[in-house]
């Protein structure tokens, strides 16, 4: 069981947006604003696409976007393309040099 | 262009050990601290170790603290893993990755698959 909870498969439609949750503690998400999103294509490595909850590294869409409320983080993904369909991950700083995963959701476009 | 090639993974059985390597390029290895990250067949990610730039300091998952070791050649500019007394559960493919400003992990290898099977 992953320490960070996202949901199983989120969908669609080009143009629309979306959001995926990441739910963790105060011990982890809600403590440090250390978030960070992954996205992951079938058979690639992971690509980092938020850092630092809402931080977007050099290259990446200004269509993706983060936040936080609680201990509940989120990443937004507007305008959606047909290449966003992923599969997208957070972690977060957990505290004693540890870090934490969610297990991972789906994007579906439909 | 950064590069992180990993080798050294393959089969191994239960008990057994191996030894990770990660070959940097493209940037000042020997200023950065790495990771590695690993997913299970299937699975979500889960992170391994880390190590310091310059190696002095270095944190495990609790899940492998005591059989696996973390270390770098700066001269190199190669990161490695050794993993003894390997688990069924340590099948993977085990990710090197480059440390972010805030522990995240801001570029990956293509990564090297490591079999724990009898």
């Known amino acids: 069981q992953s320490a960070l909870t996202q949901p199983a498969s989120v969908s669609g439609s080009p143009g629309q947006s979306i959001t995926i949750s990441c739910s963790g503690s105060?011990?982890?998400?809600?403590?440090?604003?250390?978030v960070s999103w992954y996205q992951q294509h079938p058979g690639k490595a992971p690509k980092l696409m938020i850092c630092?909850?809402?931080k977007r590294p050099s290259g990446v869409s200004n269509r993706f976007s983060g936040s936080k409320s609680g201990n509940t983080a989120s990443l937004t993904i507007s305008g959606l393309q047909a290449e966003d369909e992923a599969n997208y991950y957070c972690?977060?700083?957990?505290?004693?040099?540890?870090?934490?995963f969610g297990g991972g959701t789906k994007l579906t476009v439909l | 262009q950064l590069q992180l090639v990993e080798s050294g993974g393959g089969v191994v059985q239960p008990g057994g050990s191996l030894t990770l390597s990660c070959a940097a390029s493209?940037?000042?290895?020997?200023?950065?601290?790495m990771h590695w990250v690993r997913q299970a067949p299937g699975k979500g990610l889960d992170w391994v170790a880390f190590?310091?730039?310059?190696?002095?300091?270095?944190y495990y998952a609790d899940s492998v603290k005591g059989r696996f070791t973390i270390s770098r050649d700066n001269s190199q500019n190669t990161l490695y893993l050794q993993m003894n007394s390997l688990r069924t559960d340590d099948t993977a493919v085990y990710y090197c990755?480059?440390?972010?400003?805030?522990?995240?992990?801001?570029?990956w290898g293509q990564g090297t698959l490591v079999t724990v099977s009898s």
């Open positions: 990755t480059k440390a972010g400003s805030g522990w995240d992990f801001d570029n």
């Open positions: 493209g940037f000042t290895f020997s200023r950065y601290a």
């Open positions: 190590i310091r730039y310059d190696g002095g300091s270095k």
């Open positions: 105060g011990s982890d998400v809600g403590n440090y604003d250390l």
């Open positions: 630092e909850v809402t």
């Open positions: 972690s977060s700083y957990a505290g004693d040099n540890n870090v934490v």
